[in-house]
């Protein structure tokens, strides 16, 4: 099994930025993707950012040029710099390991740290 413990959330001002922080613990493949998705009241889950173990990162497009994902294979640790910070932005947000096997996978979930962009 596998825990994903995130951290780093909290309320910023629009402009601001934060550092969200993932530890992955337990039974980790060495072939994997890290990454962060949100979810906004009323909305669906939509990817933010992820990397992959060998180092492709993917963003969505509406972080892209503001968030900057990155990992620590050793520490299994995953980061989101996020800068310029907007309204919009406020969301729950959730690590998320997947597991690659090659003919199959394994997703992970972490709770959620709320991000509150507000004046």
């Known amino acids: 099994q596998v825990q994903l413990v995130e951290s780093g959330g909290g309320l910023v001002q629009p402009g601001g930025s934060l550092r969200l922080s993932c530890v992955a613990s337990?039974?980790?493949?060495?072939?994997?993707?890290m990454g962060w998705y949100r979810q906004a009241p009323g909305k669906q889950r939509e990817l933010v950012a992820a990397?992959?173990?060998?180092?492709?990162?993917n963003y969505g497009d509406s972080v892209k040029g503001r968030f900057t994902i990155s990992r620590d294979n050793a520490k299994n640790t995953v980061h989101l710099q996020m800068n310029s910070l907007k309204p919009e932005d406020t969301a729950v947000y959730y690590c998320?390991?997947?597991?690659?096997?090659?003919?199959?996978?394994?997703?992970?979930w972490g709770q959620g740290t709320q991000v509150i962009v507000s004046s």
């Open positions: 337990g039974s980790i493949f060495a072939i994997n993707t």
């Open positions: 990397v992959t173990s060998g180092g492709i990162k």
């Open positions: 998320k390991l997947v597991d690659d096997f090659g003919d199959r996978t394994a997703d992970y």
